[in-house]
C-alpha cells in the first residue's frame, strides 16, 4: 500500500506523479515552488481526447525481442496510468510528456478503420498477424464509446486476417461476438496481461485498470468460447511483483490460459525519472532495494536496450525469474502448443456487396 504519510500529495488516480520536460521541446513551463500560492499543477487532471487524422495505421515491427511483426493502435497515450509502460516515450513524439500528459491526453485516431481497410487492399500485402496494443490498449476506457477497436475487429474478420489483442481492461469481452467468429478461422489470439493478484499493488500500479479478478474472468470467458486465451505475467519488478509470478501462473492456467509470457521492466527515456518519482513516494521503505534490483537485472543500469537482454534481463536475479517461470509453465501445461495462426484464408474485398451472398 502506498505510504501517504510519507507524502501525502501521492495522487491515487493516477500512475506518473508529475510531467517531466519533453526531451524535444525547447521551453517548458514548470512549478518551481510547490508551496507557494499558484495551485495550476495540484488541480485535478481530467482526461483529454485528441482527435488525430493519421495517415497510416499498421507499423512493421522490427524488434526481434518482441515477438510481433506489425502493430496497430487506435489510440496513444493510455489512460490506464500503468507507471512502468514503455510506450511513455511514444507521446513526447506527439509533442506530450510521457508522464502526466501520457495518461490524461490521448490521441484518438478516429480514421484508423479506413486505414486498415486501404492496408489490406494493397496489393502488396502478404497476410500476417497485425498485433493490436503494440503500444497503448486499444480497450483503454474511451473505446467504450469510440468503438474503433471493434471495427478494426470487424475488418480483420471481412479480410480474414489474423490478429492478436493484449489487453487489461474487460471491455475485450464487448466483442466476444467477433472474436468468436475469428476463432473459428483460427484468426485470433486474445493475451490478458496480469501483474499481479494484489489489488493495493495494483491500484497504486496501474491505477485505471481493470481489477485482477476480473481479467481472470476474461481470460475464463474467452477459453469457455473456444477463443484461444494467452496471460502477460509482465513486466516483473523485483521487489514489487516478481514474487507473485507463480500464483499468477496457476491462476490464469486454471483460468483457461494456453499460453505465458513474461517480461523484466526495464526503465528507458524518461520512463526512469518518473518511475523512479513514483516508486520513492509510493514505497519508500523499499525504494532503494527495489531500485538496485532493476539495475542488477540490466548490467548495473535501469536503461537498458541491449537487444536479446533488453526484455528479460541478465545476471543471477534475471535468470532465477526465467527459471521459476519455466518451471511454473511445464507444472501448469503452459506453452505446451505452438501459437500459430492462419494466414492462408485472407480474401480482399474487392464489391462488399458481394460479400452479402
Given at each position: ?145 469510440m468503438k474503433i477497436t471493434r471495427a478494426l475487429l470487424e475488418i480483420c474478420l471481412e479480410y480474414r486476417n489474423p490478429v492478436g489483442i493484449i489487453t487489461k481492461n474487460a ?187
Open positions: 500500500m502506498v505510504n501517504q504519510v510519507a507524502n501525502d500529495r501521492f495522487d491515487m488516480g493516477r500512475g506518473a506523479q508529475y510531467n517531466p520536460q519533453n526531451k524535444f521541446l525547447k521551453g517548458a513551463y514548470v512549478q518551481e515552488h510547490p508551496e507557494a500560492i499558484d495551485d495550476w499543477e495540484q488541480e485535478i487532471r481530467h482526461t483529454e481526447y485528441i482527435i488525430d487524422n493519421s495517415k497510416t495505421l499498421v507499423n512493421k515491427v522490427t524488434s526481434p525481442d518482441v515477438g510481433m511483426l506489425y502493430s496497430a493502435n487506435p489510440y496513444q497515450g493510455c489512460e490506464h496510468g500503468c507507471i512502468y509502460c514503455y510506450a511513455r516515450n511514444s507521446h513526447e513524439y506527439w509533442g506530450y510528456s510521457a508522464g502526466l500528459d501520457f495518461e490524461s491526453r490521448i490521441v484518438v485516431k478516429r480514421n484508423a478503420p479506413a486505414l486498415l481497410r486501404k492496408f489490406f487492399d494493397n496489393r502488396n500485402w502478404e497476410p500476417a498477424p497485425i498485433s493490436l496494443s503494440g503500444n497503448t490498449d486499444c480497450y483503454q476506457p474511451i473505446e467504450r464509446k471491455l475485450v469481452l464487448r466483442d466476444l461476438d467477433i472474436l468468436k467468429e475469428l476463432a473459428k478461422l483460427n484468426l485470433v489470439r486474445v493475451f490478458t496481461s496480469i501483474t499481479s493478484l494484489d489489488e493495493d499493488l495494483r491500484l497504486v500500479m496501474e491505477p485505471r485498470t481493470a481489477t485482477y479478478k476480473a481479467r481472470l474472468k476474461v481470460i475464463r470467458t474467452l477459453a469457455d468460447n473456444g477463443i484461444p486465451a494467452g496471460v502477460m505475467n509482465a513486466p516483473l519488478i523485483p521487489g514489487l511483483n516478481d514474487m507473485h509470478m507463480h500464483d499468477v501462473l496457476k491462476a490464469a492456467a486454471e483460468a483457461g490460459a494456453r499460453w505465458a509470457g513474461y517480461t523484466v521492466v526495464r526503465l528507458n527515456g524518461a520512463i526512469g525519472g518518473i518511475f523512479r518519482d513514483w516508486l520513492y513516494k509510493a514505497f519508500p521503505d523499499r525504494a532503494d532495494k527495489v531500485w538496485h534490483q532493476i539495475g542488477e537485472c540490466h548490467g548495473g543500469t535501469v536503461n537498458d536496450s541491449r537487444w536479446g537482454n533488453r526484455m528479460v534481463g541478465d545476471g543471477k536475479f534475471a535468470e532465477l525469474i526465467r527459471s521459476q517461470f519455466l518451471l511454473y509453465c511445464r507444472k501448469y501445461g503452459l506453452n505446451e502448443d505452438v501459437m500459430e495462426m492462419n494466414t492462408t484464408a485472407f480474401r480482399r474485398v474487392v464489391n462488399k456487396q458481394l460479400t452479402l451472398f
